[in-house]
């Protein structure tokens, strides 16, 4: 069987032999798995701390680690961690597909497609290939987790400012009606006395 350099990758230690109907390939792929790990706003403690331009603190729940709108924040969040895969096929079907660029080989076993990216000649390069698209997955999470570390969600300085004027204003509102109940009270005493003079 020959061997050819079509469409072969770049980092592959060997050239990949022609591929006919019935060989055997081996497929670079990467399994996920879904595991939870500590918000990396809150770092798990389910509260975040603003401080406001004053240096006054504010204590607010954590909307990044937070369900939905109606959920309590939990201190954690899920993500999806890649591992190296290899699936071995035997090729049942060989097409051509012409593309913008150049003609792109599809090799098929049990209905499934396979391009040529993702074929190796051997497993142990299939295995090499997953690997690195699977760490470079997992390190591309990571940096997303680093960024929101440092812009967590603007959010949280609105919802700060919100909470801040209602409490001001319910602040405002309580002085309002305690200065009136101790007016109406004075005023409701006066009368008392006038209508006891009267009466006698």
């Known amino acids: 069987m020959k061997t050819s350099s079509r469409g072969r990758n770049d980092g592959r230690e060997s050239e990949m032999k022609e591929i006919k109907i019935g060989d055997t390939i081996y497929v670079s792929k990467f399994g996920h798995t879904q ?3 500590d918000c990396p706003v809150c770092f798990g403690k389910k509260v975040v701390v603003l401080i406001l331009g004053n240096e006054d603190s504010v204590e607010m729940r954590c909307e990044y680690c937070r369900g939905d709108c109606c959920s309590p924040s939990n201190g954690y969040v899920k993500e999806w961690r890649m591992s190296a895969d290899v699936e071995t096929v035997i090729v049942s079907q060989i097409r051509t597909r012409q593309t913008a660029s150049e003609n792109e080989i599809e090799y098929q076993a049990d209905s499934r497609i396979y ?3 993702d074929v190796f000649a051997t ?3 299939a295995l090499t290939e997953s690997a690195r698209r699977a760490t470079q997955y997992n390190i591309d999470q990571e940096t997303k987790a680093e960024h929101v570390k ?3 969600d603007k959010n949280y300085s ?3 400012g919100y909470h801040i004027r209602e409490a001001k ?3 405002e ?3 309002y009606h305690s ?3 101790k007016i109406c009270k004075a005023k409701a005493g006066d009368g008392d006395d006038t209508q006891a003079r009267t009466t006698t």
């Open 123 to 125: 497993e142990e390069e």
């Open 169 to 171: 204003k319910a602040k």
């Open 35 to 37: 595991i939870k790990i």
């Open 179 to 181: 200065k009136m109940a």
């Open 158 to 160: 609105w919802n700060a």
């Open 173 to 175: 509102k309580v002085e």
């Open 150 to 152: 440092g812009k967590p």
């Open 115 to 117: 391009y040529t990216k």
